[in-house]
Nanobody
Framework: QVQLVQSGGGLVQVGGSLRLSCATSGRTISSYAMGWFREAPGKEREFVGAINWSGDTWYPDSVKGRFAISRDNAKNTVYLQMNSLKPEDTAVYYC??????????????WGQGTQVTVSS
């Protein structure tokens, strides 16, 4: 069974950095796209970025230049490096496995989510 286990969330000050990890079992991540999404209270799930099988990455303007997705194929793990964090980045962050897309409906498997809180 495909499982995605996330780690690395926490509390960080404005301008700080945080790296989220998403370890996948049951499926080789290099054969699929991995996406990152976030969901803040009262807000819709928001696309944060994705990486496809060839290593291409895609980010929305809201995080472009601040967030970066990387992949460690040996560990079957993807990472979301978040820099220059802002209070509006506060959300539960989810990794997902599936098709290379900015839509959450394109992903088949999801991590459990991890809270990222950026305090002023």
């Amino acid at each position: 069974q495909v499982q995605l286990v996330q780690s690395g969330g926490g509390l960080v000050q404005v301008g700080g950095s945080l790296r989220l990890s998403c370890a996948t079992s049951g499926r080789t991540i290099s054969s699929y796209a991995m996406g990152w999404f976030r969901e803040a209270p009262g807000k819709e799930r928001e696309f944060v970025g994705a990486i496809n099988w060839s290593g291409d990455t895609w980010y929305p303007d809201s995080v472009k230049g601040r967030f970066a997705i990387s992949r460690d194929n040996a560990k079957n793990t993807v990472y979301l490096q978040m820099n220059s964090l802002k209070p509006e980045d506060t959300a539960v962050y989810y990794c997902a496995n599936g098709d290379y897309s900015g839509s959450y409906s394109s992903y088949d498997y999801w991590g459990q989510g991890t809270q990222v809180t950026v305090s002023s």
